[in-house]
């Protein structure tokens, strides 16, 4: 079936570090892929999404590349901020209309100054 | 200011009876969806419904009912029926249910004593 993995967490890193956040998926066809995040106590946010192979989502510094070949779509930044500090999810979406997000278990990332 | 909201967002139920959590939206959404999150797991499918009237078990709907009636509301009931039901649940909504581009509401978490 369809499923996401995501890196066990809790990440802990000093500001100013790189970050990867690794994602792998299992689908047929060809998914939709997004990364939401969860800042404490809040609902999830949409921090980028990539429709088709070989497209990168950025925001905020963020960015992913939807790798086919790999069915990955690992999450990385250049420079974390301790306001980084959240859950990350990563998240597909299959083809066929109708069809509801499936998430993977999400990624703690804790940042200190 | 256009969004999600969820009420209560916190909730005590004693064993045995039944919960009803609120999520209404003025997005002018078509879907909607209800998400279950616990520490671990990241999040699980409920039940989601892509138009008014209309709606879809998810991966862990046992225990819990939903309606459509209108397009802003989308309540879930927790019965009785469900086992475990002490967790933090999550409504979403998008703009219709071919977008992985959902929006959150803030949570409610039940707990059950």
């Known amino acids: 079936g369809n499923s996401v993995t995501q890196m066990e967490g809790p990440v802990t890193l000093s500001e100013e570090a790189f970050l990867t956040i690794n994602c792998t998926y299992t689908?047929?066809?060809?998914?939709?892929l997004f990364w939401y995040v969860q800042y404490p106590g809040e609902g999830l946010q949409l921090l980028l999404k990539?429709?088709?192979?070989?497209d990168k989502g950025s925001n905020k510094g963020f960015e992913a590349t939807y790798r086919k070949e790999t069915t990955s779509f690992h999450l990385e930044k250049g420079s974390v901020q301790v306001s980084d500090s959240a859950v990350y999810f990563c998240?597909?979406?299959?083809?066929?209309?109708?069809?509801?997000?499936?998430f993977g278990k999400g990624t703690t990332l804790s940042v200190s100054s | 200011d256009g969004g999600i909201t969820q009420s209560p967002k916190y909730l005590f139920r004693k064993e045995g009876q039944n919960v009803t959590l609120s999520c209404e939206q003025n997005?002018?959404?078509?879907?909607m969806y209800w998400y279950r999150q616990d520490p671990g797991q990241g999040l699980r499918l409920i039940y989601y419904?892509?138009?008014?009237?209309?709606?879809q078990k998810g991966d862990i709907a046992e225990g819990y009912s939903v309606s459509r009636e209108k397009k802003e509301s989308f309540p879930l009931t927790v019965t009785s029926a469900q086992k475990n039901p002490t967790a933090f649940y999550l409504c979403?909504?998008?703009?219709?249910?071919?977008?992985?581009?959902?929006?959150f509401g803030e949570g409610s978490r039940l707990t059950v004593l």
């Open positions: 979403a909504s998008s703009r219709d249910s071919n977008t992985g581009e959902l929006f």
């Open positions: 998240a597909l979406r299959k083809g066929q209309a109708g069809t509801a997000l499936i």
């Open positions: 997005l002018n959404h078509d879907a």
């Open positions: 419904s892509q138009i008014v009237n209309d709606f």
């Open positions: 689908a047929t066809g060809y998914p939709s």
């Open positions: 990539a429709t088709k192979a070989d």
